[in-house]
Structure formats: C-alpha cells, structure tokens
C-alpha cells in the first residue's frame, strides 16, 4: 500500500541558508501535518492543512512556512537556518472526512552545520 | 500539566512477559492513537481507537472513554518490541497532543 513519502530523506545545510521539505501524502488524504523532533525530544506539531487551507498552527517559527497544493502534497519551506533547527521533520496525512487513523512519513533529517 | 500523561516512562522486559503502558488525557477527544518509533527516529502508527478494543498480532490497545484512559498490552514480548512506545490524542478542535512515551527494553 502507497504511504506518505518524505523528501528528501537528508538534508545538511550551512546556517542562514534554506530549506524546502516535501511530503505527500496518502491517496484520498486531504489533511497534512507537520512535526519536528529534536535529538532525544518529543515530537512537536508545527502546522497543518485541510484542503489547501491552513487548519492548525503550532510552534512553528516565523522562519518556516508551509503550504499544501492542489495534489495535496505539502511543502515547508524553512530559512535563515539555525543551527537549533536541525531535527527530523515528520509528515502526517490522514483523511478528516473519513476519520481514519493518520500515517506518518519516514521524516526528513534535517542537519544544520 | 501535561494534556497526555503516561506511565511508566520506562520500562524493561524479560522476553516473554506481558507488558502494560498506561495513557490518560484530559481533554475530549476524537480518537487516541498508540505510536512505536524505534531507534533512528521511524514513527509507525499501531493502533487508532475511538472505543472499545483493537487487536493486532500480540499487541492490544483498549480505550475507556467515560475514564479517559487507554492502555497498551504487549503479549509474549520479543526484543524487537524494544521501542518508544507514544500516546497521542486528536482532540474535538482537531489538535494533537502527545504523551512523552515509554521506552520499553525487551531483554532476551
């Protein structure tokens, strides 16, 4: 079965310089989800979308931003990177009108140097 | 204080044993899921409950909406159940709140 997929799986970038992340979801998912995890933290909610609109916002910074597009794939876009920005960055899609269960990405592992 | 409060935070295992993590909440919820992530950060979804009882291979997971509570059985645990095991709960306002996870060591 199609899962979401996550790219790229690693990213090294120098500070101050940006990111872009990509996840799509799961066939028929139309909501998406982003998380951040530190080294040895818990995972934390940035953001997520419900039919291309913005449908929650956590601590994400006003460095990121993200948007989901007409294919439900979802982008997050992250600049002036700081060194404290490196973690893994985890997907989620799951379907809100069906009320199903939601899949997370392999994630993306994201080191700042 | 924590939306999503688990217990215990660790736990270690013979091979063979029955095991049980704990989960309770404090907000209305829409559905509770049970997360594994193993070493190297892999996050897998086992189970999704709104009521009830599911059951998967040797794992289980029960709900008790009127307590808040949920809890997941491990039976006959295998060293490659070895894993942080996570809570998280969807609320009504479709927000996610997660548990700090039990890191669970199956010894052989």
């Known amino acids: 079965a199609a899962g979401v997929i996550q790219s790229p799986r690693h990213l090294i970038k120098e500070k101050r310089e940006t990111a872009t992340l990509k996840c799509y979801p799961i066939p028929r998912h139309d909501t998406v989800y982003w998380y951040q995890q530190g080294p040895g933290q818990d995972p934390q909610f940035l953001i997520s979308f419900y039919e291309k609109m913005q449908s929650d916002k956590g601590s994400i910074p006003d460095r990121f931003s993200a948007q989901q597009f007409s294919d439900y794939h979802s982008e997050l876009n992250m600049s002036s990177l700081e060194l404290g920005d490196s973690a893994l960055y985890f997907c989620?899609?799951?379907?809100?009108?069906?009320?199903?269960?939601?899949?997370f990405g392999s994630g993306t592992r994201l080191t700042v140097v | 204080k924590n939306e999503v409060e688990q217990s215990p935070q660790n736990l270690t295992a013979q091979e063979g044993e029955f095991i049980t993590i704990n989960c309770s909440y404090s907000?209305?919820?829409?559905?509770l899921h049970w997360l594994q992530q193993h070493p190297g950060g892999g996050i897998v979804s086992l189970f999704m409950l709104s009521s009830g009882k599911k059951k998967h291979g040797r794992l289980i997971a029960t709900i008790n909406i009127q307590e808040k509570h949920s809890s997941l059985h491990i039976t006959a645990s295998h060293p490659r159940d070895s894993a942080v095991y996570i809570c998280a709960v969807r609320s009504t306002g479709n927000q996610f709140y997660f548990g700090t996870g039990t890191s669970l060591t199956v010894i052989p």
């Open positions: 907000v209305g919820i829409s559905a």
């Open positions: 989620a899609s799951s379907s809100w009108d069906r009320g199903s269960g939601y899949t």
